[in-house]
């Protein structure tokens, strides 16, 4: 059959520039994984100016898995512009001081959408004096998009394709063993 495909997921296409170089790595298991910043500034028509005007700007974070993630990491600068297409998830995140590391919290209200679930959830920083005052932990919510294809947006500039091919170890005959 194929890979199955998940339902009630929202999928969507979002046309920004890189807003950060990817990063890339490869987990111990050996799977790439490339991550970046996609900044999406939303523009209007100003009746007033007679032209086109900058609104508010949105960013993502978009995450990319194995032969994708390889291929974002060598394709993908800082500024370009770029189309993302994939599922997106927001999730409210905390730092937790005690740890020192990040958590993912659910979102209030017990769902992925509606009114209030998009914004800072409260305020960084502790709360009271440096001696001890009463800790709040810092929280944020995050738009994340797990990319299912990522290009160049053609609309504003050209782009050269190069097929990759998956690099095969050469087998020496007699002895089954891979040559350097």
């Excluded at 807003?19 to 790595?25: E, G, K, M, S, V």
């Excluded at 050996?30 to 939303?42: P, S």
């Excluded at 800790?135 to 294809?149: C, G, M, S």
Aim: hydrophobic share 40%.
């Amino acid at each position: 059959m194929g890979e199955a495909w998940p339902v009630n997921e929202s999928w969507v296409t979002v046309v920004g520039n890189a807003a950060t170089r990817p990063d890339f790595w490869e987990t111990a298991a050996g799977v790439a994984v490339a991550r970046f910043r996609l900044a999406v500034t939303v523009r209007r028509w100003d009746r007033g100016r007679d032209a086109w005007a900058d609104a508010y700007t949105s960013f993502y974070t978009v995450w990319t898995w194995r032969s994708l993630a390889a291929n974002v990491a060598g394709s993908v600068s800082l500024g370009e512009p770029l189309v993302v297409h994939g599922t997106l998830r927001v999730r409210e995140r905390e730092w937790d001081r005690e740890r020192e590391r990040e958590r993912d919290r659910p979102l209030q209200g017990g769902g992925g959408g509606g009114e209030g679930a998009v914004g800072v959830a409260a305020p960084p920083a502790p709360v009271g004096d440096s001696g001890g005052g009463t800790y709040q932990p810092r929280r944020w919510v995050t738009a994340e998009i797990d990319a299912v294809a990522v290009g160049h947006d053609l609309t504003r500039g050209t782009s050269a394709f190069r097929r990759v091919s998956q690099a095969k170890p050469l087998l020496n005959t007699p002895t089954g063993a891979t040559s350097p």
